[in-house]
């Protein structure tokens, strides 16, 4: 599906809330979907919870399939589960989709806007008209947010393939190696850094999760097996001991700052644990235990002369060797 999951989605809902329900056939015919397509979407449909039912219909003809009439409310335009949104929660809904960097993907803002207008049918018409205003008053500013307006394909297949729990086959350019390599991979969740997407997999082959940039997945197919999502794994807590969104092996560091830059490095939590003692000086020190060598070198370097790598000692030779070529450009 190009762009279209959760209009899909609200779409099928309808049809099957219609009092006479809906056949496979007649939901693909409305939504140009294939017979194998419609099947997955009344899976995902019912793993999220509506009760549809097969309803029994004449003998020979075409399976009817319901939404129970209790479960619905039916508007002038649009079939929905009944959901009771107050003002500040639709307004909470809204002002996370100006603050959430994933909804920059076309595709993704599409769906968003699509699922949006028609929760603010839920509301009355004055709540409505603020939070359009509201929307068109919010926003983020952002910079060097990567392009993902070739990947709208791979990021609707991904968001279908979650959503189902299906497994897909990825071709991935690796640029460590400058290959690209296919392989079955589990989608496990989506997450945002620095402007870009990433997509935790799991991969069966190696029995490992890894973490896969958006913009390198040159193609997917989303495969018939489906899988079941891990108990043990949680995105958020592993991004906790990440520095950015890489994972290499755990490296303990202590930084000293300069007092010019002090405030800014007390603003802000850098690393779970961390921890911060202030100077005679007006710098404080930091002690983090993070994984990610390459994004705490990159860290430190952007402080330039303000910041000073006091350990490991491999870590500083490490800094100050790469200053020693950058000296050398100039």
Avoid at 111 to 136: C, G, I, M, T, W
Avoid at 205 to 232: K, M, N, Q, T, W
Wanted: charged fraction near 30%; charge should be negative; glycine fraction near 6%.
């Amino acid at each position: 599906m190009r762009g279209k999951i959760l209009l899909n989605l609200l779409n099928a809902i309808e049809l099957l809330s219609r009092p006479q329900g809906a056949t496979i056939q007649e939901i693909g015919e409305n939504l140009g979907l294939h017979r194998r397509s419609v099947y997955r979407l009344m899976e995902a449909i019912q793993e999220l919870g509506f009760p549809v039912y097969d309803a029994k219909g004449e003998a020979g003809a075409a399976k009817q399939w319901k939404m129970l009439d209790d479960y619905v409310v039916r508007l002038p335009n649009i079939t929905l589960p009944k959901v009771d949104l107050t003002p500040s929660e639709a307004m909470a809904i809204q002002f996370m989709v100006a603050d959430n960097r994933l909804s920059r993907a076309q595709s993704l803002r599409r769906n968003l806007d699509q699922a949006l207008a028609k929760l603010s049918l839920l509301l009355p018409q004055n709540v409505s008209d603020s939070l359009r205003r509201f929307s068109e008053t919010s926003f983020v500013v952002s910079k060097l947010t990567k392009d993902y307006s070739r990947k709208e394909g791979v990021i609707d297949d991904l968001m279908e393939a979650m959503l189902t729990s299906r497994m897909c086959e990825v071709d991935y350019h690796a640029y460590s190696t400058d290959h690209v390599k296919s392989y079955a991979v589990e989608p496990l969740s989506l997450c945002e850094h620095d402007g870009g997407l990433y997509l935790f997999v799991r991969i069966s082959r190696y029995e490992e999760i890894r973490l896969l940039a958006v913009e390198r997945i040159l193609g997917l197919r989303i495969l018939e097996s489906s899988f079941v999502y891990p108990d043990d794994f949680d995105p958020q807590e592993r991004l906790k001991n990440a520095f950015g969104v890489y994972f290499d092996d755990p490296v303990e560091i202590t930084v000293r700052f300069s007092p010019e830059v002090a405030k800014y490095v007390l603003d802000r939590k850098w690393s779970e644990g961390q921890r911060v003692t202030k100077l005679d000086d007006g710098g404080v020190e930091m002690w983090m235990r993070t994984s990610g060598k390459t994004e705490v070198l990159r860290w430190v370097l952007g402080f330039g002369p303000n910041a000073e790598v006091l350990e490991p000692a491999e870590l500083r030779n490490e800094v100050k060797m790469l200053l020693k070529k950058s000296v050398q450009l100039y």
